[in-house]
């Protein structure tokens, strides 16, 4: 299993961007993907998960700012991000729970200038 994450970039306090995870390799059904992040010198918090059914979860500092959906045809997960702050500054990375192993992507930078 592969992810392959893009979508990163600096935008300015305030603006919008939009993370793309696609998976890909034997995915079963039932699976979880989402995003965390990882902020220098901070251990990698939750940010969004998001199951097939479309149940999700969000973290409190992110909620009405952030939506999380997935298209389950093309294992590919999104993460709309709104109102940056310059705290939501880090780097992405995005995540997938298949069976019972976790897989990580490989990291895209976000930074919110002020």
């Known amino acids: 299993v592969q992810l392959q994450a893009s979508g990163g970039g600096l935008v300015q306090t305030g603006g919008s961007l939009r993370l793309t995870c696609a998976a890909s390799?034997?995915?079963?059904?039932?699976?979880?993907m989402g995003w965390y992040r990882q902020a220098p010198g901070k251990q990698r918090d939750l940010v969004a998960t998001i199951t097939t059914g479309g149940s999700t979860n969000y973290a409190d500092s992110v909620k009405g700012r952030f939506t999380i959906s997935r298209d389950n045809a093309k294992n590919t997960v999104y993460l709309q991000m709104n109102n940056l702050k310059p705290e939501d500054a880090a780097v992405y990375y995005c995540?997938?729970?298949?069976?019972?192993?976790?897989?990580w992507g490989q990291g895209t930078l976000v930074t919110v200038s002020s």
């Open positions: 995540y997938l729970r298949n069976v019972r192993f976790d897989y």
């Open positions: 390799g034997t995915i079963f059904s039932g699976n979880i």
